[in-house]
């Protein structure tokens, strides 16, 4: 599997636990915008946001809160990815 | 301020035990919970014990319908007061746990610090302690239980559609945005020191203040308020905007929505519709305040989802400003109907 299918299958799992108990939304699809499907929303984002900080060692900081990274579930892989890259690896 | 009690059972809401014999409920627990629930507060019960025969001896006291989401269980307490809070999105610090047990009462004050916990034999005092004093009781405090009875239909209609949209579409949502009049004004001021999540900036407008706005003696000022109904039933009146617009400039300086309609995009149809009208007025750009409070994340969040952006720092208050211009307007979530 590679580095994007492994975030996007975690991501993946994690909305639909979350966001999606009760309806099966297995095909979920990566381009979809979370917000306008209804998946996510405001509040519901600050939650996920602090689930990757957590599950990918990573801080996001307040500017980053935009649509060009969280919109859909490539986007979101792609930041994360992004991110992942540019912490700075341990002495 | 507090918004529910948690009740133990044996000794507390009842004299006796109930798996041992009979009990009676304690005159002083049905005034607390008769009188807090017409003041909004709402109630629930984590307890040991079979829920089933506890539902039904409940029933025959007249107050089973006083309890959202009891847990009645051999849980540790701690994890029974999580699932309330979950369940009726009440944060930990709203929450006060009344339990006659020193163990329990030491035990949840331990595991979750941020409940109140108090001794049975108090329970009477509960009636005036002041995180339950309310200045003037609103529809929506009297009708807050009735909120979460349709809150939990919401939920359970939702297991019969295929994703979220095709739920949200058939609930029929329809946000009525309106100027407030007087008779808003004990709603106004409750919605904004009680929200904290979807709230721009936790500033409380004194009661004055905002007479002044609706007398139209603070230039510019208006307040609109949002009432949302879906096809479960009424939220009664769930959001308010403060905007001061001057010729050409718009400025929002304060937005709240209550938390019991998060997750189904009100708080991003409120702003979208309020930034359309605007635009409508020909004001090109529009500027948001913002301030930290702790809890408010998701405000940021929605206003730089929108396309607003940070424009300068804070200033001595911690207020940040933000600004988006108007045209293209943000799109309204399409399940949402505004009038």
């Avoid at chain 1, 957590?54 to 792609?78: M, N, Q, R, W, Y």
């Amino acid at each position: 599997m590679s580095l994007r299918q492994e975030v996007e299958a975690k991501i993946r799992k994690y909305i639909c636990d979350n966001y999606l108990p009760r309806s099966a939304e297995v095909n979920l699809c990566v381009d979809e915008n979370l917000f306008d499907s209804g998946i996510l929303d405001s509040a519901g984002l600050i939650s996920f946001i602090v689930y990757l900080e957590k599950s990918f060692g990573l801080t996001i900081p307040d500017e980053d809160l935009l649509p060009e990274h969280f919109s859909s579930l490539k986007a979101i892989s792609s930041y994360i990815i992004e991110k992942t890259r540019s912490v700075p690896a341990g002495e | 301020m507090k918004k529910c009690i948690v009740w133990d059972l044996d000794n507390t809401l009842w004299d006796g035990v109930h798996l041992e014999g009979d009990i009676k409920v304690r005159p002083e627990a049905r005034q607390v919970i008769e009188a807090l629930d017409s003041r909004g507060v709402l109630h629930s019960i984590a307890s040991r014990g079979e829920q089933e025969l506890a539902l039904a001896t409940l029933r025959t006291t007249g107050l089973l319908d006083y309890f959202l989401v009891p847990q009645i269980n051999w849980e540790p307490k701690p994890k029974n007061i999580i699932s309330i809070s979950k369940a009726l999105q009440v944060s930990l610090d709203s929450i006060v746990f009344v339990d006659d047990d020193p163990f329990e009462l030491a035990q949840v004050a331990y595991m979750l610090p941020e409940v109140m916990t108090v001794d049975a034999v108090l329970t009477r005092q509960l009636l005036v302690h002041p995180c339950f004093r309310v200045e003037q009781n609103t529809q929506e405090a009297q009708l807050r239980r009735r909120f979460y009875l349709d809150e939990q239909a919401r939920q359970d209609a939702q297991r019969e559609y295929p994703n979220r949209k095709a739920f949200l579409q058939s609930c029929a949502m329809r946000l009525t945005l309106r100027p407030m009049h007087k008779g808003d004004l004990p709603r106004v001021l409750e919605l904004m020191s009680r929200t904290h999540q979807l709230n721009t900036t936790g500033r409380v407008f004194a009661e004055e203040e905002l007479v002044s706005i609706l007398n139209d003696r603070r230039g510019g000022f208006c307040i609109k308020v949002a009432d949302l109904t879906d096809r479960f039933g009424g939220y009664g009146t769930i959001g308010a905007a403060i905007v001061e617009r001057c010729d050409s400039s718009w400025k929002l300086h304060l937005l709240a929505v209550s938390c019991r309609v998060l997750g189904r995009g009100v708080e991003r149809a409120f702003l979208a519709s309020l930034l359309d009208d605007a635009g409508k007025a020909g004001c090109a750009l529009a500027l948001a305040l913002f301030r930290e409070t702790g809890r408010n994340r998701a405000m940021l969040a929605l206003y730089q989802m929108m396309g607003f952006r940070k424009c300068g720092n804070c200033d001595g208050e911690g207020i940040a400003e933000f600004s988006r211009v108007t045209e293209p307007p943000p799109a309204i979530p399409r399940w949402i109907q505004v009038v």
